[in-house]
């Protein structure tokens, strides 16, 4: 995207302020290595909570066939708060197509030389 874009997009922003008042913070809920699911951070509670007693189905290891067993989860999932800003930072950065680091970057101020 170019800087103009950017910057242009940058203007249209809420401030900070106004982003912070409107929406509760999130939680990041990762299973495994790369499965990470975002929801409102009441939602990701209950669902945190929805999991105390979860198992886990795997196949037999020791069966001929393809028979299964239930056993504790081994691999538990693990949660992060994302704030609202990191939340809207990441969402408005896929939408513009630029990293967070190029959305939060300072824009250049005008070229101010006259010839």
Request: charged share 30%; glycine share 4%.
């Amino acid at each position: 995207m170019s800087e103009k874009k950017l910057g242009e997009s940058m203007k249209k922003r809420p401030t900070d302020k106004e982003l912070l008042t409107k929406k509760d913070n999130f939680i990041e809920i990762q299973f495994g290595y790369s499965n990470k699911y975002v929801l409102p951070h009441s939602d990701g509670i209950k669902f945190m909570e929805a999991l105390r007693n979860a198992e886990q189905k795997i196949t037999c290891p020791s069966g001929i066939y393809a028979e299964y067993i239930i056993v504790p989860i081994d691999d538990k999932p693990t949660s992060q708060i994302i704030s609202q800003k990191e939340y809207l930072d990441m969402k408005m950065a896929h939408l513009l197509g630029v990293t967070v680091k190029e959305l939060n970057a300072e824009p250049n101020p005008p070229d101010t030389k006259t010839s």
